[in-house]
């Protein structure tokens, strides 16, 4: 069982800094199948990457993921106020699939 | 279109059932998976399962096992979730999602219902 370590737990920014976030896997991800999700209170989660590198319909490409292997990252090239949410990773190339624990984006 | 809609709020009693509804637009269920998470109040996003239903394969994370089952009636394009012996711990907002190709998870999610469980 593949278990997702999110970090930082928190990310204190301001609008027009850039974030990146970390998902670690224990072990390697198969076919690098890692999701990232944006969710905003009082909403469902939205698909912002999926295959760590692939944009979801729609995404503005300030968003990008990288990674391979156990290491995967979210990049949010510079911050909308629309941006500051919870993010989270998923790994669904091996059962069962997984989600890390989130990371926090907040305004400083 | 709405990918997928969900049935409503539930407020049942512990050691009760529950079961959850996830309507896909279309009424097809195609070769999509459906996946089913959770999210207590508070906390993060909890992977509970999924089905293929074209395929008639379930597969539950081990957490549930035993005490959840998914079903998928391809003739209505519905699938449901259902939750046996709840605690309250199982007040939760219940997702579903479905995938768009073999590539992806969770592509396009459900609204959530909110399970609440009370005595």
Same mark, same amino acid.
């Given at each position: 069982?593949?278990?997702?370590? +999110?970090? @930082?737990?928190t !990310?204190?920014?301001?609008p027009?800094? %850039? $974030? &990146?976030?970390?998902?670690r ?10 999701g ?6 009082? +909403?469902? @989660?939205?698909? !912002? ?5 692939? %944009? $979801? &319909?729609?995404i ?11 290491d995967f ?21 091996s ?10 984006v907040?305004?400083? | 279109q ?12 512990p050691?009760s ?19 089913w ?24 994370a ?39 190709s ?8 459900g609204?959530g ?7």
């Amino acid at each position: 069982e593949i278990v997702l370590t +999110q970090s @930082p737990g928190t !990310l204190s920014l301001s609008p027009g800094d %850039r $974030a &990146t976030l970390s998902c670690r896997a224990s072990q390697s991800v198969i076919n690098n199948f890692v999701g990232w999700y944006q969710q905003k209170p009082g +909403q469902a @989660p939205r698909l !912002l990457i999926y295959g760590a590198s692939t %944009r $979801a &319909t729609g995404i503005p490409d300030r968003f990008s993921g990288s990674g391979s292997g156990t290491d995967f990252t979210l990049t949010i090239s510079r911050l909308e106020p629309e941006d500051f949410a919870v993010y989270y990773c998923d790994q669904y190339g091996s059962s069962p699939w997984a989600f890390g624990q989130g990371t926090k984006v907040e305004i400083k | 279109q709405v990918p997928l809609v969900q049935s409503g709020a539930e407020v049942k009693k512990p050691g009760s059932s529950v079961r959850v509804s996830c309507k896909t637009s279309g009424g097809t269920f195609r070769s999509y998976t459906i996946s089913w998470v959770r999210q207590a109040p508070g906390q993060g996003l909890e992977w509970m399962g999924r089905i293929i239903p074209i395929l008639d394969e379930t597969d539950y994370a081990q957490k549930f096992q035993g005490r959840v089952t998914f079903i998928a009636d391809k003739a209505t394009g519905i699938a449901y979730m259902e939750l046996n012996s709840l605690t309250s711990e199982d007040t939760a907002l219940y997702y579903c999602a479905r995938s768009l190709s073999t590539q992806t998870s969770c592509y396009f999610w459900g609204q959530g219902t909110l399970v609440t469980v009370s005595s």
